[in-house]
């Protein structure tokens, strides 16, 4: 199993820039991807970007151009560069990881509210 602890989020306003970060412990070593999922109270919780092992990244139509994700495998942390935020942005932030079997662990969430 992985820890996740997520950190970072806030109260911005819109264009504004934010970072969250996911810093992981535990069975890292089992570990394929990570990335981060964002979720609307009320709402399903949707993919927002992706990063493997070997660097290769994906994101969410909605966030392309304006976020990027990183991460340091020194620090067992991923980034998630937040540009050019806007209202809808807003959302409970999570953090995951997956392993070689598909399965998944998450942290507990970090809360971006953008608004003017």
């Known amino acids: 199993q992985v820890q996740l602890v997520e950190s970072g989020g806030g109260l911005v306003q819109p264009g504004e820039s934010l970072r969250l970060s996911c810093a992981a412990s535990g069975r890292i070593y089992s570990t394929v991807a990570m990335g981060w999922y964002r979720q609307v109270p009320g709402k399903q919780r949707d993919k927002v970007a992706a990063?493997?092992?070997?660097?290769?990244?994906n994101y969410a139509d909605s966030v392309k151009g304006r976020f990027a994700i990183s991460r340091d495998n020194a620090k067992n942390t991923v980034y998630l560069q937040m540009n050019s935020l806007k209202p809808e942005d807003t959302a409970v932030y999570y953090c995951?990881?997956?392993?070689?079997?598909?399965?998944?662990?998450w942290g507990l969430g970090t809360l971006v509210t953008v608004s003017s």
């Open positions: 990063i493997t092992t070997d660097g290769t990244t």
């Open positions: 995951y990881a997956e392993s070689s079997l598909g399965n998944r662990d």
